[in-house]
């Protein structure tokens, strides 16, 4: 595998589900992102992970709970959701400290539909 | 409040004619400004980035000009290809280097026709 990773591309779950996405960074870096994009919305920034720290969380709902367990892989806990939460969410990694500053690289993204 | 705006949601072009996709910001605190493409199913994709020092970076058919007093920026495409046809992400940071999520605009769907 190569890039970063993202599984399952598409998922389709309840209200009352509790469902995990995963990522996976194959390109040594050590800061992870979780974004979200809803339809006709730009990008908009979840969750930051710096050296496994959370370092942001952009005011998401706590039926959103990220885990960073070690600085290759991320996870977000979905439980809950509502069907506005139906989007694509892309998942970032970057090598913090190293120019070209900030470039991330992005996922495939997991298309998730609530019912 | 969006702090970037891509205000063209779509653009056509035709091959090999030079393409300009249009960005404002609104934030001073934005120091490294990068483009991004996007294709159906897949994820965004660097393109190019340019830092708030520089006005102008060069790769390739790629180049991003930077107005730091209008708060503007833009990326050229020169010659356009049926490959550009994508949608095309204007995204900012302000971290200087350090980890931070990047403020994108709403895309502009660029067709190349041939």
């Known amino acids: 595998e190569t890039g970063v990773t993202q599984t399952p591309r598409h998922l389709v779950m309840g209200m009352t589900n509790k469902k995990s996405l995963k990522c996976e960074q194959h390109?040594?870096?050590?800061?992870m992102y979780w974004y979200k994009q809803s339809a006709k919305k730009p990008l908009e920034l979840m969750f930051v992970?710096?050296?496994?720290?959370?370092?942001e969380n952009n005011s998401v709902p706590s039926r959103f709970s990220p885990e960073c367990p070690n600085s290759s892989h991320l996870f977000l806990h979905l439980h809950t959701l509502q069907p506005e939460d139906s989007a694509l969410y892309l998942c970032?990694?970057?090598?913090?400290?190293?120019?070209?500053?900030?470039?991330?690289?992005f996922g495939p993204g997991t298309r998730l539909t609530v019912l | 409040d969006q702090q970037v705006k891509q205000n063209s949601p779509s653009l056509s072009v035709q091959e090999g004619r030079i393409s300009i996709l249009n960005c404002d910001y609104t934030n001073s605190m934005f120091d490294y400004f990068l483009w991004y493409k996007k294709y159906p199913a897949e994820g965004p994709t660097f393109l190019i980035s340019i830092s708030s020092i520089k006005d102008k970076n060069e790769d390739g058919r790629f180049t991003v000009f930077l107005n730091k007093s209008a708060k503007h920026l833009s990326l050229h495409i020169v010659p356009s290809q049926p490959g550009d046809s994508a949608v095309y992400f204007c995204?900012?940071?302000?971290?200087?280097?350090?980890?931070?999520?990047?403020?994108f605009g709403k895309g502009t769907h660029l067709i190349i026709q041939p």
């Open positions: 995204a900012a940071s302000a971290s200087g280097g350090g980890a931070d999520g990047l403020t």
């Open positions: 970032a990694s970057s090598q913090v400290g190293l120019a070209p500053y900030n470039e991330q690289f």
């Open positions: 992970y710096n050296f496994k720290e959370q370092t």
């Open positions: 390109l040594g870096h050590n800061a």
